[in-house]
């Protein structure tokens, strides 16, 4: 069973030295655990009980395609309408707790690993009943009154004639992953949407590599990335950098940002990442 880093804010002590790992550069934006304190959270309309980590958001001259949120619910809060724009797509997933989501009418028991996909238009709803008991049915355990963190990642979604994409739930613990060709599994990516189906115009998926393993090149491409670190640590390469990270640290990739990364154990290295994909490259509008 895999564990998934929650932040819990607070605030560092007045003893502390300033000097973290923060850095904000031309191709990439790495934003450490270390800084996700109180007073950078922000309320959420229409959320109650509610905080956000707002990590990531389009940005002009730099990436555009997508926004990302940590979501801390305290028990008894939650959303009854979190999606105001019906244009947008989202995935939650669940690090922390558990959450009761309503979607198109069924209703879903979400734990940590918990993943649902929010289709454009979809009618959903969240809320954390743990105080009431509630929560653990499709997921591991129960965490009866304790706060439920997510990641939520939110998109404007493309649409593509003769498509069409469908919510879905499922869980990190029930998805196989797959091996990256030549590795004997050392690098394997969870999928929870089938590469070839043109319906999806992201992806966000569960990256592992066991200690040791690397990605052996620099992935130079048009594809925009937000990976949160699930687990584990590594070396990561961007652009001409090789920057340390560990479970909780957010890196974000503009288009084109060379990567690459050394997993330096002593546990397996994961991350929740996010890509734009399947769609032409619009040049009118």
């Known amino acids: ?11 560092p002590p007045q003893t502390q030295l300033l000097t973290d790992r923060a850095v904000v550069k031309e191709a990439y934006t790495v934003i450490p655990k270390g800084v996700l304190r109180d007073i950078v959270t922000s309320n959420l309309p229409g959320w109650t009980n509610t905080r956000a980590w707002i990590i990531a958001r389009p940005i002009a001259g730099f990436a555009t395609t997508f926004s990302q949120l940590i979501v801390e619910v305290a028990p008894g809060g939650g959303s009854e309408k979190p999606e105001a724009e ?6 939650l997933f669940l690090t922390k707790g558990t959450l009761t989501l309503t979607l198109d009418g069924e209703i879903h028991h979400l734990a940590a690993g918990g993943y649902a996909y929010l289709a454009a238009g979809s009618n959903w709803k969240v809320s954390n009943d743990s105080a009431r008991g509630g929560g653990g049915g499709d997921g591991d355990g129960d965490s009866a009154g304790e706060a439920a963190s997510f990641q939520w990642i939110r998109k ?3 649409p593509l004639d003769g498509y069409t994409a469908k919510s879905f739930v499922t ?4 998805v196989e992953p797959r091996p990256m060709p030549g590795t004997n599994g050392a690098w394997a ?3 929870f949407v089938d590469p070839d189906d043109l319906a999806h115009d992201m992806h966000v998926n569960i990256v592992t590599f066991q200690p040791g393993a690397s990605i052996p090149f620099a992935e130079t491409h048009v594809m925009e990335h937000g990976l949160f670190v699930l687990e584990g640590k590594a070396v990561y390469r961007l652009n001409d950098d090789w920057v340390e990270v560990e479970a909780g640290d957010f890196m974000w990739l503009r288009a084109f940002c060379p990567q690459a990364c050394y997993a330096g154990g002593p546990g397996n290295f994961r991350y929740l ?4 994909v399947n769609r032409q490259i619009r040049l009118t509008h």
Request: net charge negative.
């Open 156 to 158: 404007a979604y493309e």
């Open 273 to 276: 990442l996010y890509k734009d």
């Open 171 to 174: 869980r990190d613990q029930d």
């Open 1 to 11: 069973m895999s564990n998934y880093f929650s932040p819990e804010g607070g605030l």
């Open 189 to 191: 990516t969870t999928r």
């Open 86 to 91: 019906a244009g947008v797509e989202g995935v």
